[in-house]
């Protein structure tokens, strides 16, 4: 039986969104002698475990706008906060230099152990490895409801008080239920295609800054009073990368798969092949 999302309590999608969002961290790039271009809000990331090291997973495109700024800044809190690190980290990529709606698009940034507790404090670090073990456990269904979680650009806005020499931002983070449109193939990676109704409310026209952000499945079921309930299981399933033109009032979100997460980029960053 398909789920709807209209069906759907809203304290079990408040639920879903708290707890996804423990994993997400809007991205900025700093470059605080600059005059001209001091901040610039760059993406989304998920914060992520492989084995020791503690790593941001987002797009490709979301990494080459980061990386000509001086700092890295990183979302941690919804009260006003500052934390940025060094642009120094260590880098995958797979990625041919352009951006595209086939990518590949996809970067994984190790942090530097010294930031790791201060992270922590906040947020949440996915275990990615034991997420790749459970691939197999809840296979990719267009029943239920998909959730993409990011930062949205049209929704965030910043400041640059250049008197003051300082810059004031807020950063909207949100988690985006949508269904399954497709799923496609292309040189090795697949990329699952949700659809966005922009004329409903809350729904942002565009999905600029939502790039490098996590896709999802959740596991919805109906219990025995017939109520739709989520059973707790998240299954981190891509990243999302590529936004369509409008058309007929609606916009597709395009995010790199499974394959292209765990099997594709996996072997070409050469990532350890279990836990």
């Not at 020791?52 to 906060?81: F, Y």
């Not at 799923?183 to 942002?204: F, H, M, R, T, W």
């Amino acid at each position: 039986m398909k789920l709807k999302l209209k069906d759907v309590p809203d304290d079990v999608l408040d639920d879903v969104a708290f707890q996804l969002k423990n994993y997400l961290v809007p991205i900025c790039g700093l470059s605080p002698l600059s005059t001209n271009h001091p901040f610039r809000f760059t993406g989304s990331g998920t914060l992520v475990r492989i084995d020791n090291a503690h790593c941001i997973l987002t797009a490709a495109h979301v990494w080459t706008e980061t990386r000509s700024m001086d700092e890295i800044g990183l979302v941690l809190t919804d009260h006003p906060s500052q934390f940025k690190i060094p642009n120094a980290v260590k880098v995958k990529l797979a990625w041919d230099g352009k951006i595209s709606e086939w990518g590949p698009d996809l970067a994984l940034l190790e942090l530097p152990s010294s930031v790791v507790p201060t992270i922590e404090a906040y947020k949440s670090f996915l275990n990615l490895v034991q997420q790749k073990e459970m691939l197999a456990e809840e296979a990719l269904s267009d029943k239920v409801p998909w959730v993409v979680t990011g930062m949205v650009g049209e929704f965030s806005k910043f400041a640059h008080h250049s008197d003051k020499r300082i810059v004031t931002a807020t950063a909207e983070a949100r988690a985006l239920f949508y269904g399954l449109d497709q799923i496609s193939q292309k040189n090795g990676y697949d990329y699952l295609d949700l659809i966005a109704d922009l004329g409903l409310s809350e729904v942002p026209r565009s999905f600029e800054g939502v790039s490098g952000g996590g896709l999802w499945q959740i596991g919805l079921y109906k219990d025995k009073s017939e109520r739709i309930a989520w059973d707790g299981k998240r299954y981190f399933r891509g990243v999302a990368f590529w936004q369509t033109e409008v058309s007929v009032g609606q916009r597709r979100i395009r995010c790199h798969g499974p394959q292209s997460v765990y099997e594709k980029a996996w072997g070409l960053w050469k990532l350890p092949k279990s836990g």
